[in-house]
Every structure is written in structure tokens, then in C-alpha cells.
């Protein structure tokens, strides 16, 4: 393996922003100091100012491999990844099969092995009925038990309360829960078809994906996990009022933690009337002012990650009438550039976006030697060109779906080139080949 150096990098780590140099020798950081270039190295690479940045690790993507490869497969959703300056990611059971069990499981490792450019770990799903599999997963290789408290894309729904129960009290790891009262989206679909039918306006997804069905379901998992003591990590939070369920203590010290996805950040529901179901997601996005207080509870410490929730669809699906449209964005490539535009436009800094999309995730998944610029570490980073604007098109998009949501937007910042385990995995808008993701360890 080369011995690589990046000289003259903004390097953002630790909440610290400094100017370095970094060797990287086989695959891990060798060495981070003002003035490395004596050092002998194969590559040099001059980061000419740009900022460096540990790469994202992305808690929660949707690949769709197997069995929905028309959306998206491993090899083709982490190689938008990477463009995007996501290095490792962790991925959701609701393919077909779903992966419920220790074979999938296994079956999507050995995919990934041979096709994943970024470095990956796959979350068990519940069921009503499979406690067995989840008290016997191996918690040194399984990021996480997936829990569908609220029905979403595939049929994972776990509606029973004491499967419940016994997922919060015997899981071995970390339990992730999509939370929605799916009774209450019911009921306001029924409310809702009755006066439009099939067509329902998309400005309505919030009422009928309601704030209520939200909180109603978050405020059962927390409660269900203080009981038990359970490690919870609520996924995807959209509303004001859930950030009350959350405390703003140190990441590390938190049994409970919570997850908010860059499009909620981004968009509001005022925009359902300009994109339609291509924003439709599960939750749904909500209001500005709930916008405003995720952003709120990223930057006071109650939200301690920022996801992407890649969840591609076809157009052709999404261009189905509303109740036939399916929930889910592609967001990987894109994710990155559109909360730098937060930091552009005063809302975050840089640091608080490293730490929420890279340092927090590692800790708290208990990741080894990932998240961090620090010698010692596997090199995993994304240098990213703050001022290089960039108009969002399709010609560009890698996803297999062949489409953004974030098509006619400009974005300030350009991911330049991405690093995963010490190798050029993205470069000059190019994805390199071979694919060089490894499985992520975690220390538990
Ligand atoms: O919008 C969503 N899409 N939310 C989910 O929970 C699932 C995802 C998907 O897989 O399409």
C-alpha cells in the first residue's frame, strides 16, 4: 500500500480547525503536523487550503440490496456515498428479504465485501417474532437491532407490545427505532381519502404522517427504554416537540440519543408544493418552525447525529398518485454539500457538522479507530472545496434511481475527493475503482 501525504489541509477534527499536513501509511494516519514534507511518501496530494474532514458515517442508508436492485444495490448507492464524502455507512433490513436474521445478515456482509466502496455494517431487523435472532447477533459486527415502530417502506411493522418488550429488554446492542403510531396514520388517511380519494394533495403528508403520530410513538420508545434501560437511539426525529424527550448531556454519557436526517434539516413543508412526492418521506417532513428547533437541538446537544436516511425510489414510483408513491429520498451524494450550506449561512459550524455526522456516530456505536483525523486511525476523509458552488443536476447523480432532490439547487461547497482506508476512492467527479470498503468492528 502507497504511503500517501495531504499537504496544506484545513483539517476540521476535535473542534479544532487548523492548517496540517497528513502521512497516511498503510490505510491508517500516520502522522498530522505542521510541516510533513520531508517525510517520505508515494503520493502527494496538495490540499491547497481545502478543508479535510474525517468522512462522514452515515447510521442510516437504505442499499435495497437484495431483492430491490432497481432502486439501488450496495455497489451503486456506495459509490454515490463516496462522491458525497460518506466513508462508512450502516444499512437498513427492509430489503427483500428482509434481513432478520443471522443468513441475511451474513448475505449482505458477503455482498458488501466484494461491491461496498465505503465501509459498511448492516442493522438486524425486529419482528414480532424473532427475539431469538437478536439476543444471538454478534455485537462486534452488527451495528444495531432496527425496530419499525411505525410502518413504513416494507412490512416490518413491530406492533406487538410485548415482542416490545422483550426487544428492549434482551437486545445484546443498541436498538434504533423509526417512530410513527401507525393506529394514528390510519386514522388520518382514512379522514383524508374520504375527501380527496386516491389523489391527496402532497402538502397533506404532514397531517397525515402527523406531529402526533410522531410523538406518540418517540415518547413510547424512550419510555419503554428508561424502563428497561435500554441503548436507544430514535431515528429520524421531524418535530419540536419530540426534542423535549431528549437531554442535551454528553453523547457519550446518554443511554437514549437521537438521529435527525439532512433533508429535514433542509427542506420544510413548504416546499411539498414544488417538489410533490419527490420530498415525500416517512416522517414526513414537517414545518419551518420544526426545522428551526432540530437545528436548535443539533447545535444544544439533544440531537447527537446527522443521518442521510438514503432511501431511493424510481421516478416512475415516485411519480405515482399520493397513497401509491413510496416514502424515500436518494441523499448520499448530496447530504454533505447541503448542510454545508448551513455552515454558510451561519447556522452550524463547521466542527459541531463534523461531530455530529462523524466523531458522535463513532462513539457512540463504539466504532474502532473511525470517526477521527488521529494517528493511529484509519485514514477515511473527505476534502471538501467550501467555495466551489455547484448547481445540483441529474447528469451527475450516481444513485441508481437517476434523480436528486436537490436538482436545481447551488450549493456553495463541492466534495473534491473522498479517502477510505487510505486509498482514492473519489476523485475529479469520478468514482475509483476497486470498491475498498472493509466491515466496520465495533468495540462493545
Ligand atoms: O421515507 C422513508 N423511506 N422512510 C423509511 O422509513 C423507509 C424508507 C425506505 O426504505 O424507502
Known amino acids: 500500500m502507497t504511503r500517501m501525504l495531504i499537504i496544506n489541509a484545513m483539517i476540521v477534527n476535535d473542534f479544532e480547525v487548523f492548517d496540517a499536513d497528513v502521512l497516511i501509511r498503510e490505510g491508517r494516519i500516520n502522522a498530522i503536523g505542521r510541516d510533513l514534507r520531508a517525510r517520505p511518501s508515494d503520493v502527494v496530494i496538495d490540499a491547497q487550503g481545502k478543508a479535510l474532514l474525517p468522512g462522514l458515517i452515515d447510521d442510516q442508508v437504505h442499499f435495497r440490496e437484495p431483492g430491490l436492485t432497481h432502486k439501488g444495490d450496495i455497489g ?23 434481513t432478520t436474521d443471522h443468513d441475511a445478515l451474513e448475505e449482505k456482509r458477503a455482498i ?32 444495531g437491532v432496527k425496530v419499525f415502530m411505525g410502518a413504513s417502506t416494507g412490512d416490518m411493522l413491530v406492533d406487538d407490545p410485548r415482542a416490545l418488550e422483550e426487544i428492549f429488554t434482551a437486545s445484546p446492542i443498541l436498538v434504533a427505532t423509526h417512530c410513527e403510531d401507525t393506529p394514528t396514520i390510519i386514522a388520518n388517511e382514512t379522514r383524508f381519502r374520504k375527501q380527496f380519494g386516491n389523489d391527496v394533495p402532497m402538502r397533506h ?50 443511554s437514549i440519543t437521537a438521529e435527525v436526517c439532512a433533508h429535514h434539516l433542509f427542506f420544510n413543508a413548504s416546499d411539498y408544493d414544488t417538489h410533490g412526492t419527490r420530498i415525500k418521506c416517512n416522517p414526513a417532513i414537517k414545518s419551518e418552525v420544526d426545522r428551526q428547533a432540530l437545528l436548535q437541538a443539533v447545535q444544544d446537544g439533544r440531537i447527537d447525529v446527522i443521518a442521510t436516511d438514503h432511501a431511493p425510489h424510481t421516478l416512475a414510483e415516485k411519480q405515482r398518485p399520493y397513497f401509491q408513491a413510496p416514502s424515500g429520498l436518494p441523499l448520499v451524494q448530496d ?45 477515511d476523509l473527505v476534502l471538501v472545496n467550501l467555495d466551489q458552488p455547484r448547481i445540483v443536476n441529474k447528469e451527475t447523480v450516481l444513485a441508481r434511481c437517476g434523480w436528486s432532490p436537490f436538482e436545481g439547487y447551488r450549493f456553495q461547497s463541492t466534495v473534491d475527493m473522498t479517502i477510505v482506508n487510505g486509498h482514492i476512492v473519489y476523485q475529479n467527479g469520478q468514482v475509483v475503482d476497486p470498491p475498498r470498503g472493509l466491515p466496520l468492528e465495533f468495540n462493545r
Not at 442493522?123 to 452488527?142: E, F, R, V, W
Not at 454545508?340 to 449561512?345: F, G, I, K, P, V
Open 205 to 254: 403528508h404532514a397531517d397525515i404522517r402527523s406531529r402526533e403520530a410522531c410523538l406518540k410513538s418517540s415518547s413510547l420508545a424512550v419510555n419503554l427504554a428508561k424502563r428497561h434501560g435500554t441503548r436507544l437511539h430514535v431515528l429520524h426525529l421531524t418535530t419540536a416537540e419530540e426534542m423535549a424527550l431528549f437531554s442535551n448531556a454528553p453523547t457519550d454519557s446518554k
Open 76 to 98: 451503486s448507492e456506495s459509490r454515490a456515498a463516496v462522491a458525497g464524502g460518506i466513508t462508512s455507512f450502516m444499512e437498513m433490513p427492509n430489503t427483500q428479504p428482509t
Open 112 to 143: 458488501a465485501s466484494r461491491t461496498a466502496h465505503a465501509n459498511y455494517a448492516f442493522y438486524l431487523g425486529a419482528t414480532n417474532t424473532n427475539i431469538a435472532s437478536i439476543k444471538a447477533l454478534d455485537p462486534h459486527k452488527t451495528c
Open 335 to 379: 447530504a454533505l454539500p447541503a448542510l454545508l450550506e448551513h455552515y454558510h449561512r451561519g447556522d452550524l459550524t463547521l466542527p459541531l457538522i463534523v461531530e455530529k455526522t462523524s466523531h458522535a456516530v463513532a462513539r457512540l456505536f463504539n466504532l474502532r479507530d473511525r470517526g477521527y483525523i488521529r494517528e493511529g486511525y484509519w485514514a
